[in-house]
């Protein structure tokens, strides 16, 4: 019977390749390895080494070219490196390719995702719905990969495989997948009336890119202890609050945090988590402007929300680390009219591009949390007038 085995080991060294396209600059796929060693030092490895390779297509056999593929063999023999990680997906006859010519365990971007995520499922939801990604993202590489699957009794995985094995592999795999649907269409069902019977009132969602500090606004905001570091995808499970403003209730929820790249098994298996998003009232887009690439992140988010068919929500755009962007941008020497300057100009840059539904806040240092707590409270009560126009609500 297969077991499917945890990707990383604490600690592992690993060494990242990335292939630089023809739609890509070099410095787009710097940010995607950054991005990439952050998602590494969350599963618990150290990324000790970059390779990249201009090609206009990935190579069917082993990704990237022949002399690129023996420079990272000739850096990796000799070295402590326990893994190699691709930020794009592969084929499951490419990882075969690549770890039998690298000797060395050989993943891709969303296997590593899935193991993050399989690490941090703590709900019975979390747990089935990550275990259903993760025989997804299986099943289309049996035959690849069949020489690198766990099999209850130890020593198989030594001798070539026989095509009768493979079939039933399949086979208990798609078993597995349909089974774990539907279970998780049982839990759905469970997670729907949950929905159901918070009554009438108004639903807050906090969205955003992972690591933007979604969480930590969530327990400002209610008053709750949800669980916050810095790492990516600290949260996998909706957490839904009672939240009252000025005698004004309201549902506020936590969600999983959206990155570039998110495999679509994970997306699909994750849907009822993402139903939170979906039937929200009002979206609190919470952006990371601190970060270098912040714009690109909002565009990640805003593609993510169309795909989701929640881009047409009211949105309230929350520019979250302003301490961090101010001492990242301004030093010492720069005199403090011109500091003013900037952040005028930087306020009116997005005023207009949110029409005036954005506010810049410091979760850390509680800095204009009581701003954003009346543009939360006025779209609230916009709401509350549009649902129910002909009476008042009481709760």
Not at 125 to 133: D, G, I, M, R, S
Not at 323 to 333: C, I, P, Q, V
Not at 334 to 347: G, T
Not at 376 to 382: A, G, M, P, W, Y
Request: overall charge negative; charged content about 30%.
């Amino acid at each position: 019977m297969i077991e499917k085995k945890k990707a990383i080991r604490r600690e592992e060294k690993t060494v990242l390749v990335g292939l630089i396209q023809n739609d890509q600059t070099n410095e787009q796929v710097t940010e995607y390895l950054d991005e990439l060693a952050f998602l590494s030092e969350t599963a618990g490895a150290i990324a000790v080494k970059r390779f990249t390779q201009r090609l206009p297509h990935p190579d069917s056999r082993t990704f990237v070219g022949k002399g690129k593929l023996e420079e990272i063999k000739n850096y990796v023999n000799g070295r402590d490196i326990h893994l190699v990680i691709f930020d794009d997906e592969l084929t499951g006859s490419q990882i075969s390719n690549i770890e039998k010519e690298l000797n060395v365990k050989t993943i891709d971007r969303s296997d590593l995702i899935l193991d993050i995520f399989a690490s941090r499922a703590r709900t019975a939801q979390a747990k089935v719905q990550v275990e259903l990604a993760q025989y997804q993202y299986l099943l289309p590489r049996l035959k690849g990969m069949w020489k690198h699957l766990e099999r209850q009794g130890g020593g198989i995985g030594t001798r070539g495989p026989g095509e009768t094995e493979i079939e039933t592999d399949r086979r208990i795999v798609k078993d597995k997948i349909s089974l774990l649907r539907k279970r998780l269409g049982e839990i759905d069902k469970q997670a729907f009336t949950q929905r159901k019977e918070r009554g009438e009132l108004i639903r807050v969602a906090l969205v955003g890119y992972t690591n933007v500090g979604k969480s930590t606004l969530m327990n400002l905001l209610s008053k709750s202890d949800v669980f916050a570091e810095n790492k990516l995808f600290a949260t996998l499970d909706t957490t839904t609050r009672k939240v009252v403003f000025e005698n004004t209730p309201f549902l506020l929820s936590d969600t999983v945090g959206f990155i570039r790249k998110l495999p679509h098994h994970l997306v699909e298996s994750f849907k009822s988590t993402l139903d939170e998003v979906r039937e929200a009232d009002i979206l609190l887009h919470v952006v990371d402007i601190s970060h270098a690439k912040y714009e690109e992140q909002i565009g990640v988010v805003n593609h993510t929300l169309q795909e989701l068919k929640a881009f047409e929500k009211p949105i309230l755009t929350v520019f979250n680390k302003m301490d961090l962007y101010e001492e990242k941008n301004f030093d010492e020497w720069l005199d403090e009219s011109v500091q003013q300057e900037i952040l005028r100009e930087l306020k009116e840059k997005w005023d207009a591009a949110t029409e005036n539904n954005c506010v810049f806040v410091s979760a850390q240092e509680k800095n204009n949390i009581d701003a954003l707590r009346e543009l939360i409270l006025d779209k609230v009560r916009e709401m509350y007038k549009i649902r129910y126009p002909y009476r008042t609500v009481e709760y």
